[in-house]
C-alpha cells in the first residue's frame, strides 16, 4: 500500500513565514510530511520543478447567492462561484447568510445551507449579516450560531435595506464582546451618501460616474472614524472591510496609534480601478459601481503601501456578481437606471489572486510570505479556521495551489469561469497564474479549467476569531 495518496516534488514551499525547497506528502486530506526527499511512494505524484506550491487562497469576503431584494439576482451559486474561485487558487471561501430585516437570523442560515448543499467545488464557511438586531437575535439566535461556529458577522452603517443606527451598532459590538465573536462593518455615512444623491439627482447627475460623486472619501473617512470609536467605547477588536484609499487608512493608523485593536482589508477593486471607469462609454460605467467606489491612482498607491507595511490584514475580492446585461442584474427591469438603483459589486473571486501577485510580488511591492500571509494565513486566523487552513503545515488541510510564478496572462471574461458576462479587468496582462488547485488532497483545477469535482466542498465551523482570543474575549 502507498504511503501517501499525493506526493509534490520539488517545489518551492511558501508559507507566511518561510520559504523552501521540499517535498509535500498527503494522506487522507491532510499534510503528512514536509521534507527535502520524502522517501516512499504515492498514489499520485506531481513534479513541481520551477513551481511555487503555496497555501490555497481563503477568501474571506465574497457573496454567492445571496437572496437579493426587488427582483434582483446573483449571478453565481455555489457552484459556479467556488468553480471560479478553484480555477484561481482559492480552496476555501467565506460568503454570508444574510438577515433580512424582520427575519429570523437561525431561518437565513437555514436557507443558506440550502443554497449551499451538494454545490461546492471546495470547502467554505459562513459569516452572517446582521439587519435587525432585535431583542431575540441578540440575547438568542446569535449566542446560539457562535456556539455552532458561525463566529463573525458582519453589519454595515449604510443601505436602506440592511444599515443599523448607531445604538443598533452598540448593541452588537456588546454582544462581541460578551461572546467571543468578530464584527465586521462596511462604514460608509448613509445619511451623507442620501443628501449628496439628493443633490446629483436634482442636477440630473445620474450616470453610473455619479455614484462616486455620492461616495467621496470623506464618507467613508468619517464612518471609520466612527466605528472605531464605537469599538473604543466597548472595548473590542472590529475589522474594517473593502477599505477604499488614504483617508479610511488614515483612521485605522490613528487607531492603531492609539492601541485599539482595529483590523482592516481591502481588495483587488481598490488597486486596479479608478472613478474613472465608473465614466465608461454610455452605461458601462455601471460595470464598475461598488462601495466604497474606486478611488484614484494617488489612492491606489496609498492602499499598495498599506498592504506592503502590515496594515491590512485581509486581502479578499467582495466578489459581488451582477451580469451586466440583465434584468435582474446590472439593468435592473431590463434598461439603464439611475446610479443609486444600479446593484452594487463587482466579480473578482477567480482574479484576486493573480492580481496581488502580478502587481504585488512580481512588480516588487510586497514578498512572497506577504501575499500568502494576506490571501491564506491571515484571513485563516481571523476568522477561526487556522491552522487547519492557510497553511502548508504538517496537520493541516492539504489545501495547495501550485503556481506559475512567469507565466503571463492576459485576463479576458471567455477564460474565467464565473457566471458574469463581464469582468472589470478585461485587457490587464498578469504574470503569475494558478495552475493547479488542490483541495484536501485532491486536485480541483488544472491549467485553467476545474476538474468535475461538484459536491466535493464541505461546510466549516469557525473556532474563535484570533483577534478576539487575543485580547482575551
Not at 491606489?300 to 466578489?319: P, Y
Not at 492557510?390 to 503571463?408: K, S
Not at 477564460?415 to 483541495?439: A, C, K
Request: glycine share 10%; hydrophobic share 40%; proline share 6%.
Amino acid at each position: 500500500m502507498a504511503a501517501y495518496d499525493l506526493i509534490l516534488r520539488n517545489g518551492t514551499v511558501a508559507t507566511a513565514a518561510d520559504t523552501m525547497q521540499c517535498d509535500v506528502g498527503i494522506a487522507n486530506g491532510r499534510i503528512t510530511a514536509l521534507a527535502a526527499h520524502i522517501e516512499g511512494t504515492a498514489t499520485t505524484e506531481i513534479d513541481a520543478t520551477g513551481k511555487l506550491v503555496l497555501p490555497g487562497g481563503v477568501d474571506a469576503h465574497c457573496h454567492l447567492d445571496q437572496p437579493m431584494p426587488d427582483g434582483l439576482r446573483m449571478a453565481d451559486d455555489f457552484e459556479s462561484g467556488t468553480r471560479s474561485a478553484a480555477c484561481g487558487g482559492t480552496t476555501t471561501v467565506i460568503p454570508f447568510a444574510a438577515q433580512q430585516k424582520g427575519q429570523s437570523l437561525m431561518a437565513a442560515v437555514e436557507d443558506y445551507h440550502t443554497r449551499a448543499a451538494g454545490k461546492a467545488l471546495i470547502d467554505y464557511a459562513f459569516h452572517l449579516i446582521v439587519s435587525d438586531p432585535n431583542e431575540t437575535v441578540l440575547r438568542e439566535e446569535l449566542p446560539e450560531l457562535i456556539r455552532q461556529g458561525y463566529t463573525s458577522f458582519k453589519i454595515y452603517m449604510t443601505y436602506d435595506d440592511l444599515k443599523l443606527n448607531d445604538r443598533e451598532v452598540l448593541e452588537v459590538l456588546a454582544l462581541t464582546r460578551r461572546e467571543g465573536a468578530l464584527t465586521m462593518i462596511h462604514a460608509e455615512n448613509s445619511d451623507c451618501i442620501a443628501w449628496l444623491t439628493e443633490q446629483l439627482e436634482r442636477a440630473g447627475h445620474t450616470a453610473p460616474r455619479y455614484h462616486a460623486q455620492s461616495r467621496p472619501p470623506v464618507v467613508e473617512r468619517e464612518a471609520t472614524h466612527r466605528a472605531i470609536s464605537m469599538a473604543e467605547l466597548v472595548d473590542v477588536p472590529v475589522l474594517i472591510v473593502h477599505v477604499s484609499g488614504a483617508e479610511a487608512i488614515e483612521q485605522i493608523r490613528w487607531a492603531r496609534g492609539r492601541g485599539l485593536r482595529v483590523l482592516a482589508e481591502t481588495c483587488p477593486q481598490y488597486l486596479y480601478l479608478t472613478e474613472d471607469d465608473l465614466g465608461g462609454a454610455g452605461y458601462e460605467g455601471a460595470k464598475c459601481v461598488c462601495s466604497p467606489p474606486p478611488r484614484d491612482a494617488a489612492n491606489q498607491e496609498v492602499v499598495w503601501n498599506a498592504l506592503a507595511e502590515g496594515l491590512f490584514t485581509v486581502f479578499s475580492s467582495d466578489h459581488a456578481p451582477f451580469r451586466y446585461d440583465d434584468p435582474a442584474g446590472k439593468k435592473p427591469g431590463g434598461k439603464a437606471v439611475p446610479f443609486r438603483h444600479i446593484p452594487n459589486g463587482i466579480p473578482g473571486i477567480e482574479t484576486r489572486l493573480p492580481l496581488l501577485f502580478s502587481g504585488g510580488v512580481n512588480g516588487g511591492r510586497i514578498s512572497l510570505n506577504r501575499f500568502v500571509a494576506l490571501t491564506a494565513t491571515d484571513p485563516a486566523r481571523c476568522y477561526g479556521l487556522y491552522p487547519r487552513k492557510g497553511t502548508i503545515a504538517i496537520g493541516a488541510d492539504a489545501d495547495i495551489a501550485i503556481w506559475d510564478a512567469q507565466r503571463e496572462v492576459r485576463i479576458s471574461n471567455a477564460m474565467l469561469h464565473h457566471n458574469v458576462d463581464y469582468t472589470p479587468y478585461e485587457g490587464i496582462t498578469v504574470r503569475g497564474w494558478p495552475v493547479i488547485t488542490i483541495s484536501r488532497g485532491v486536485v480541483v483545477a488544472r491549467d485553467g479549467e476545474p476538474a468535475p469535482r461538484k459536491g466535493h466542498g464541505q461546510f466549516l465551523r469557525c473556532g474563535t476569531p484570533e483577534p478576539v482570543a487575543a485580547a482575551g474575549r
